[in-house]
Every structure is written in C-alpha cells, then in structure tokens.
C-alpha cells in the first residue's frame, strides 16, 4: 500500500528552526510536497521535491531522499503565524492524485 | 497565479435535500479536478477524480449515486451531494493540478452541515 507517516503534534518556540519529518511506504511517487493549512482554511502550497535534496523558499526548506523514503520540510525564524498543520502529500505517478499524510500540527509559542 | 473559485463557503441543509458546490478555475483550464473531505483534525480523504468530458473516477468506499461529480467545462466541475445525511456534515475541498512543478492549487473549501 501507499502511507506516509509524520508526526502529529510538534511545538516549538517564536524565533527557533523546526524540522517535520515525513516517511513513506510506497513506489511510484513523482515526488513530495508540503501543504499548509490553518484552522477552517484550505491546504496552499508550500513546497515540491520532485528530485533529491534541498529546495529552499524564503523561510521554508523542503529535502527529499528517495533511497531513504524520506523527507522533511524546515522552518526557519518561526512567527506566530506559522502556527498551523503541515501535510506532506505524495505525487502518484499514474494518476496524478496527491496521497496525504494525516498532518502534523505545529504549536508555536511566544 | 492560477486561482480556484469555489462556492458556497458554508452551507447548512436538512436531512434528505441536496447540496451543489461548484468550483470554478478563473485563469486557467483545469483538465482535472481532484475532489476532498476532510473530518476535524484529519487529513484529506481524495474522494473522485473528474476528468472534463468524461465520468469521474471515485475512490472506494465512495457512493457515486450519492456524491454526483459533474466536469461538463474545462472551467467549471460540481459535486452535489444527495439525500444529505448528518453524517455528510464535512469540509470538501475541490483542488486542480496546475503544472506538476507548481504543486496544485485549492478551492477554500465548503463547510456543510446537514442537521
């Protein structure tokens, strides 16, 4: 089957770096993304890995290892707006479909 | 950038109606329409993919006879929801896929609840 496991609840400080890690069991993946949502809203895209390594925009870093069926998405000088869930989202390769994971909830505090 | 339009934003219906929600792309032809529900505090559950001109495809599990998906334009895809139950009350969310690099852009989603 296809699964991506992330952690469901992560705190951290106004300022600091947090990591959110993302594994998955599956083959056929284009590649990973990362979604952010706020209480009430829709997912907007954050960030898209489809080859291995870093991508970086502004605050937010994306890695990606395929060998390692893993990858995280970083977040750096952290505001009290960042305060949200996280989803990392596989890319199927024969559909197109996106496959979530269950999200990881980000806890900021001043 | 490429925006999705989707509407209503809430509604509220009684058992045994139905409900449209339309999501229209303003400045882009989307293809395809992924449709979602999402439960409180979970993730999103795809539940069909509409293809312009064709049926949807629906993930199992997923009433087709009661989720009805309509792709008619390359602009505009509908889900109605029959014979709502208060077990429908959810967030669904409508997403297109942009280009494969841009990741995919969301409606803002429709909050139903069905009392």
């Known amino acids: 089957g296809q699964s991506l496991e992330q952690p469901s609840e992560v705190t951290a400080v106004e300022g600091a770096i947090v990591q959110i890690n993302c594994t998955y069991q599956t083959s056929g993946f284009y590649g990973l993304s990362w979604y952010q949502q706020h209480d009430g809203g829709a997912p907007t895209f954050l960030s898209y890995n489809a080859l291995d390594g870093l991508e970086e925009t502004g605050r937010f870093s994306s890695f990606l290892s395929r060998s390692d069926s893993y990858g995280y998405l970083l977040l750096q000088e952290l505001q009290m707006k960042d305060s949200a869930s996280y989803f990392c989202a596989g890319l199927r390769d024969s559909n197109y479909q996106l496959i979530w994971g269950a999200g990881t909830k980000l806890i900021i505090k001043p | 950038g490429a925006v999705v339009s989707q509407h209503p934003s809430w509604v509220i219906c009684k058992s045994g109606t139905s409900v449209k929600i339309e999501c229209r792309s303003l400045?882009?032809?989307?293809?395809?329409m992924f449709w979602y529900r999402q439960f409180p505090k979970q993730s999103l559950m795809l539940m069909a993919t509409s293809n312009e001109g064709s049926k949807a495809t629906y993930e199992q599990g997923v009433e087709k006879d009661k989720f009805l998906i309509n792709h008619a334009s390359l602009t505009l895809s509908t889900l109605t929801v029959t014979s709502a139950h208060p077990e429908d009350s959810s967030f669904y969310i409508c997403s297109a896929r942009v280009r494969q690099d841009d990741g995919y852009t969301f409606g803002s989603g429709t909050r139903l609840t069905v009392v």
């Open positions: 400045d882009f032809q989307a293809t395809t």
